[in-house]
């Protein structure tokens, strides 16, 4: 059994855990905080949960309220209202609405089991109707893929070789973003796309802490390549880039996030190699998460899917070195850290140009832009990052995120005294 609780009411979450755990020794419970983590989005079905519980009320905001909204979400599971006290009011509604009510007293009681048991057999009565119907079906449809156990809600961005989807998991029990290749593969053979999906999805498992987005699935399904991974409803830097225009303060902060990640990805012997904006993504908490590790390195293969002359990575973001094809290590990625630094600075990139090649030339020959008047304070520090010779940079990650740090503190310590 899968049970979500909607509850900032700790010693009850702790009730019902241990409830759940004396009743079924596998059940699970997921918590969500209606006041840290919002409302629940408006596509998510809760189709991997056997019942939400949903408490009456907490600090501004009221179960009832959102009860009448859920249920009107078709296909959305079993709801139950948790109380204080039995209400017949709300009682009543909730039988008209289709979902039940408990008190704290019988929460206590064998009506608790009852209703679980209730909401279990009705769950598993609409998923296994929902699989079967043609609606079912389409919406298992992620263009000619169908990938099964996953729920379309819409398409988020076609790319050159794949296309990517929001959808609901049900083993996940969340929203997830599924990358889906557009070409089949051929018959007996596993595909470069494939084989790109398959080293992502061990390089990001080796990978500690919350740094990189987490890669819940892969398979292949009507020979059509998948990737399912977490989804980030905020969207990724670059989207917070062109909404306004980021504060000294903000782009010091992110720098000093995406440094800290970087370390737990070299940490495990990973070059990230495609730094940018669009693949830092942004969760709710104000976390950020480095996602698209398929141009990656792993520094114990002596080969992988990218190795060759061929020049990989967007070149308004790479080193010198790696815009070369000359050999990279630890130090390229920091350097794309200064190019995004830059950009968050001042809203431009640091080289620009009519083509690529252009682009890779002024990297490696061209003198790093000076930052506007009032941020030339923070000049020492884009210089150590974007320096053309990886000597010249920080050594390490951890390096750069203790220098970005520092900074940071120089620089409010300055606001605070004009």
């Given at each position: 059994?899968r049970?979500?609780?909607?509850?900032?009411?700790?010693r009850?979450?702790?009730?019902i855990?241990?409830?759940?755990t004396a009743?079924?020794?596998?059940?699970s419970?997921t918590?969500?905080?209606?006041?840290?983590?919002?409302?629940?989005?408006?596509?998510?079905l809760?189709q991997?949960?056997?019942?939400v519980?949903?408490?009456?009320?907490w600090?501004?905001?009221e179960?009832?309220?959102?009860a009448?909204?859920?249920?009107?979400?078709?296909g959305?599971?079993?709801?139950?209202?948790?109380?204080?006290?039995?209400?017949?009011g709300?009682?009543?509604e909730?039988?008209?609405?289709?979902?039940?009510?408990?008190?704290g007293?019988?929460l206590?009681?064998?009506?608790?089991?009852?209703?679980?048991?209730?909401?279990e057999q009705?769950?598993?009565?609409?998923?296994?109707?929902?699989?079967?119907?043609?609606a079912g079906r389409?919406?298992q449809?992620?263009?000619?893929?169908?990938?099964?156990?996953?729920?379309?809600?819409?398409?988020?961005?076609a790319g050159?070789?794949?296309d990517?989807?929001?959808?609901?998991?049900?083993?996940?029990?969340t929203l997830?973003?599924l990358k889906?290749?557009?070409?089949?593969?051929?018959e007996?053979?596993?595909?470069?796309i494939f084989?790109?999906?398959l080293q992502?999805?061990?390089l990001?498992q080796?990978?500690?802490?919350?740094?990189?987005?987490?890669?819940?699935?892969?398979?292949i399904?009507d020979?059509?390549?998948?990737?399912?991974?977490?989804?980030?409803?905020l969207?990724d830097?670059?989207r917070?880039m062109?909404?306004?225009?980021?504060?000294a303060?903000?782009?010091l902060?992110y720098?000093i996030a995406?440094?800290?990640a970087?370390e737990?990805?070299?940490?495990?012997?990973?070059?990230?190699?495609?730094?940018?904006?669009?693949?830092v993504?942004?969760r709710?908490d104000?976390?950020?998460a480095l996602?698209?590790?398929?141009l990656?390195k792993?520094l114990?293969?002596t080969?992988?899917?990218?190795?060759?002359?061929t020049?990989?990575?967007?070149?308004?973001?790479?080193?010198p070195e790696?815009?070369?094809?000359?050999?990279?290590?630890?130090r390229s990625?920091?350097?794309?850290?200064?190019?995004?630094l830059?950009e968050?600075?001042?809203g431009?990139k640091?080289?620009?140009?009519?083509?690529p090649?252009?682009i890779v030339y002024?990297?490696r020959?061209?003198?790093?832009?000076r930052?506007?008047?009032?941020?030339?304070?923070?000049?020492?520090?884009?210089?150590?990052?974007?320096?053309?010779?990886?000597?010249?940079?920080?050594?390490?990650?951890?390096?750069?995120a203790?220098a970005?740090?520092?900074?940071l503190?120089e620089w409010?310590a300055?606001e605070?005294?004009s």
């Amino acid at each position: 059994m899968r049970v979500l609780l909607i509850d900032e009411d700790a010693r009850r979450c702790a009730q019902i855990r241990e409830r759940l755990t004396a009743l079924r020794a596998q059940a699970s419970l997921t918590v969500h905080s209606p006041v840290s983590q919002g409302a629940l989005a408006p596509e998510f079905l809760a189709q991997g949960y056997d019942a939400v519980l949903l408490a009456d009320e907490w600090p501004g905001g009221e179960g009832v309220a959102w009860a009448r909204e859920l249920a009107g979400r078709a296909g959305f599971a079993p709801i139950v209202l948790l109380g204080k006290r039995a209400d017949a009011g709300v009682a009543s509604e909730t039988a008209a609405l289709g979902f039940w009510a408990l008190s704290g007293a019988e929460l206590e009681g064998e009506e608790f089991p009852r209703v679980l048991a209730a909401a279990e057999q009705r769950a598993a009565h609409a998923r296994a109707m929902w699989r079967s119907s043609q609606a079912g079906r389409e919406s298992q449809r992620f263009g000619d893929a169908f990938i099964r156990g996953y729920r379309r809600i819409r398409r988020l961005a076609a790319g050159a070789l794949t296309d990517l989807y929001v959808g609901e998991s049900e083993r996940a029990g969340t929203l997830v973003a599924l990358k889906v290749a557009r070409d089949r593969l051929e018959e007996g053979e596993p595909g470069d796309i494939f084989v790109r999906f398959l080293q992502e999805y061990d390089l990001v498992q080796r990978i500690a802490g919350t740094g990189v987005a987490r890669l819940h699935d892969l398979g292949i399904s009507d020979e059509h390549a998948w990737l399912v991974m977490e989804y980030f409803p905020l969207g990724d830097l670059r989207r917070r880039m062109r909404a306004a225009r980021l504060s000294a303060r903000e782009a010091l902060l992110y720098a000093i996030a995406v440094a800290h990640a970087l370390e737990r990805v070299h940490a495990a012997g990973v070059l990230h190699r495609d730094l940018k904006p669009g693949n830092v993504m942004l969760r709710g908490d104000g976390s950020v998460a480095l996602i698209d590790f398929g141009l990656s390195k792993d520094l114990a293969l002596t080969t992988d899917a990218t190795d060759g002359c061929t020049i990989f990575g967007t070149p308004h973001y790479m080193s010198p070195e790696q815009g070369h094809a000359e050999p990279i290590d630890a130090r390229s990625d920091l350097y794309s850290v200064g190019v995004m630094l830059y950009e968050m600075l001042t809203g431009e990139k640091p080289f620009r140009a009519d083509n690529p090649m252009a682009i890779v030339y002024k990297h490696r020959k061209e003198p790093i832009p000076r930052l506007p008047e009032n941020l030339a304070t923070l000049q020492p520090l884009a210089e150590r990052l974007l320096a053309k010779t990886p000597a010249d940079r920080f050594a390490s990650a951890a390096e750069a995120a203790q220098a970005l740090t520092r900074t940071l503190g120089e620089w409010l310590a300055r606001e605070a005294r004009s």
